[in-house]
C-alpha cells in the first residue's frame, strides 16, 4: 500500500498508483475526504498537458499547491487521468 503522508496525516493511499517520472499518481477516489481544495495554479508539461493544482489542508495546516494533476492530458500521458500527485514536503512511499 503507498500512502501519502502530510502533517502527521495520511491524505492518500492505495494500491493502485501509476508511477510517472517518479511521482506516484493516487486514483482521486484514494485520496481522503476534504483535504485537497482547488489552487489557481496551472503549469505545463511537453508531453503530459496542463497540470492544474490544488492546496492540501490536514491537522489544521494547509500547504498551497501541494498536489497536482491532469484534467485533460496529452495521449502520452492518458494513464494518468484522474489521478494526483503530491510533492512540496508531502511524504509518499
Known amino acids: ?3 501519502a503522508v502530510w502533517n502527521d496525516t ?3 493511499e492505495s494500491n493502485a ?3 510517472v517520472e517518479n ?3 493516487f486514483p482521486l477516489e484514494s485520496v481522503t475526504a476534504g483535504v485537497l481544495t482547488p489552487s489557481m495554479i496551472t ?3 511537453p508531453w503530459k498537458g496542463t497540470a492544474n493544482y ?5 491537522n489544521g495546516k494547509t500547504n498551497p499547491d501541494a498536489a497536482w494533476y491532469y484534467a485533460e492530458p496529452k495521449a ?3 494513464e494518468i487521468k484522474g489521478r494526483v500527485a ?3 514536503g508531502v511524504k509518499v512511499g
Open 1 to 3: 500500500m503507498v500512502k
Open 10 to 12: 495520511v491524505i492518500a
Open 17 to 19: 498508483t501509476i508511477i
Open 23 to 25: 511521482n506516484h499518481y
Open 43 to 45: 503549469s505545463g508539461c
Open 54 to 58: 490544488y492546496s492540501v489542508t490536514a
Open 76 to 78: 502520452a500521458a492518458a
Open 86 to 88: 503530491f510533492w512540496k
